[in-house]
């Protein structure tokens, strides 16, 4: 076995940490889709990403500082990624009062959001409080409280995909 000494063990470490990350940007651009901006969130405030508008059948919605879509005419409206850890693709995700709202939050994790998470509190708390869940794409998660706490409490559940959780909880 041979031993590493500190300083290139550090710049070891940080290598390793970089080709990480960069694996994790191809990641967000498969899943998010080629041009599609992103906006990777810690406790809610954005950390990395890209900014662009989002449109969602055919109207662009407007973003709030945070990068999430809602609309801010409606009376009463709350932005969808307060408290929020993870990463939200601008194609649709986390759009609705609340919709992504702590997901992540409190130690917990939330993979990226793609085209999923639609409607009031639709992914709230998801993998909060070292809870986990995966990546939530292909359309998942839509309608009121349809992935309210899912995985949360330390709880843990997989990707959320190809069109799952539909309608109220």
Do not use: M
Request: proline share 3%.
């Amino acid at each position: 076995t041979e031993i590493i000494d500190s300083k290139h063990k550090a710049a070891f470490d940080a290598n390793v940490d970089a080709d990480a990350a960069r694996s994790r940007r191809l990641d967000i651009a498969d899943i998010c889709g080629a041009g599609i901006g992103y906006a990777t969130y810690v406790d809610g405030a954005p950390v990395s990403g890209s900014s662009d508008g989002v449109t969602v059948d055919g109207v662009t919605c407007p973003q709030n500082e945070k990068g999430c879509c809602y609309d801010p005419n409606s009376p009463g409206s709350l932005s969808p990624c307060d408290l929020l850890t993870g990463t939200v693709c601008h194609n649709g995700a986390c759009i609705g009062d609340n919709a992504c709202y702590a997901a992540g939050y409190d130690g917990g994790s939330v993979g990226i959001i793609s085209e999923s998470c639609v409607g009031t509190s639709s992914c709230s708390w998801a993998g909060s409080t070292r809870g986990s869940v995966g990546d939530i794409t292909g359309g998942s998660c839509y309608g009121r409280s349809a992935c309210y706490s899912a995985g949360a409490s330390d709880g843990i559940v997989g990707s959320i995909a190809d069109s799952s959780c539909y309608g109220i909880q």
